[in-house]
Every structure is written in C-alpha cells, then in structure tokens.
C-alpha cells in the first residue's frame, strides 16, 4: 500500500496540473476519441459492475476492471490492460464471499487508422488471480478490433480467443460497441460482451447480455477531461452455476494527452 500512494499522488498531480493538452477540441470530439479503444490517447478508465442474482441463492457479484489504454510508436501500438478486482459470492452457500484480484488481461494491437480503423495483436491470460476468482493459467491468443466513426456515431467490435497453455481452458469473447453522440457530450451506447467457455457444459457455456448506457464527457475549465457512463445489462443467456439475472455498471474514464509526456521529456 506504501508504494502505490506515490503513484496514486503522482496521476493525480499529473491529471489535475496538465489541463491544456486537448487544445481546441469540443466535449463532442473527445466523446468519440473516448469511445475509440484505439484511439491515440492515454486513457485510464475505472468501471464498476454489479451483477444480482448470481446462482442458486440469487447473490450479488462485484468486478472493479481498472483498464489503462496506452499508445506507443506514434500511436500504431496500442496496449490494453485489465485488472480486475473481484468481489464473488460463495455460490454455494447463502453467505461468504472470495475477495482479490482476478487474472490480467493483456491486448497489444497494431493498428491502421482511416475510414475503417483497425487494430490486430496477440492477447494474453496473466495468472493472478486469488483463489476462486479465476482461472491462475497463462493463455494467449489473437484479438482483433475495428472501428467506423459515421456522423454522429462510433461503431465498432472487439473479438478475440484466449486458450490456456496449462490446460483444455479456452475463452471466445466478441463484444459489439454502438456510441449515439448528442450535443454536449452527451451520448448513448450499448456494448454487450458476450464470452462463450468452450470446455463448459451447454448450460455453463455462454454469457450473452444486452442492454444501454448513458454518459457524458466533461471538460471541466482547468482541469483535464474524463467521461462518466451509467447503464444496465440483461443476462440473456448466462451460466447456470455462476451467473446472474442483470448487470449495473458505472465508469469513470480520465483522459491524458499524449503530448504531457512529450513535453517533460524534451525538457530532461
């Protein structure tokens, strides 16, 4: 806990000192550049998911994804994180709990960008996760992205395969993305991820959710931008055993330009 106030304190300081970085973009640009997993900027967003209902006694789940999206090469690599921190009920008993981390994911995608923008890379299952809250097997396996920006909107998909290396385990994960942008900021989207375990039975095999969401950018004078998000998914399908009736999710995204690095950089 020590070593990881300074970091904290130092994004913080980072964040809140370097307000001129975006230049003259408006809350409806950076809205879409937040809503492009491959856009060309540093993002750090922090989303909560709340899942009710979960197995024979209907209890509730808690996953906090922390999910830092850093650019590199100009932008033509973009590398993706996501630490999950796990709060999973005892689905076998009316109380107790599994508390930690979950398993990393890594993505590292090289990407074109135009009318079509794409992005390609390996992704890889990092083995950290506490007892119960994952699968603690190293994996890997192809991801591919893609991305339209037509008007008012950002649509695109995410699909990638992780198979484990230290077992049959294998994961697909195909996740649409569908951002309406209104004036200000404002926008509505939909992203479902739907995950198929292919070593589980029939009934335990695919997660298929469906649902909205409502969020805003805010570029707050003086400080730099971030995005909030509400929404709410329906479990279509989901595990027997281990999953839910419907998903809360809340997200907090900070934005930093690229160009705040560049500059420290140029000055040592």
């Given amino acids: ?41 540093i993002s750090v967003p922090f989303q909560n998911n709340t899942t009710f209902g979960v197995g024979p006694f209907d209890r509730t789940m808690n996953v906090t994804n922390i ?31 599994f508390n930690g981390i979950g398993d990393v994911n890594l993505s590292v995608f090289y990407t074109k960008k135009g009318k079509i923008s794409w992005g390609i890379g390996p992704v890889f299952n990092l083995p950290t996760a506490g007892e119960n809250l994952g699968l603690k097997e190293w994996g890997v396996g192809p991801s591919i992205v893609g ?3 037509p008007s008012n909107w950002v649509i695109g998909m995410l699909i990638n395969n992780v198979w484990s290396l230290e077992s049959d385990n294998s994961a697909f994960t195909i996740q ?5 942008n209104l004036p200000n900021g404002y926008y509505l989207s939909t992203s479902p991820k739907v995950v198929a375990k292919w070593e589980a039975n ?23 931008p971030f995005n909030v998000q509400v929404g709410a998914d329906y479990l279509i399908e989901s595990p027997e055993l281990t999953g839910g009736d419907w998903t809360f999710k809340v997200s907090f995204t900070a934005l930093i330009p690229k160009a705040i690095f ?4 140029n000055t040592e």
């Fill in 147 to 149: 991305v339209i920006k």
């Fill in 67 to 97: 999910q830092p999206v850093i650019p590199v090469a100009d932008g033509k690599i973009i590398t993706r994180v996501i630490l999950p921190i796990v709060n999973q009920p005892n689905v076998f008993t009316e109380s107790g709990n």
């Fill in 202 to 224: 029939s009934d335990n095999r695919w997660t298929i959710p469906m649902g909205i969401g409502f969020g805003k950018l805010v570029k707050p004078k003086g400080f730099l």
């Fill in 176 to 180: 649409p993305f569908i951002n309406y």
């Fill in 262 to 265: 560049q500059k420290k950089s």
């Fill in 1 to 41: 806990m020590k070593k990881i106030k300074p970091i904290v304190f130092l994004l913080l300081c980072l964040y809140l000192g370097c307000s001129k970085g975006f230049g003259q973009l408006t809350e409806e640009d950076l809205a879409k550049i937040a809503q492009d997993p491959i856009a060309n900027i």
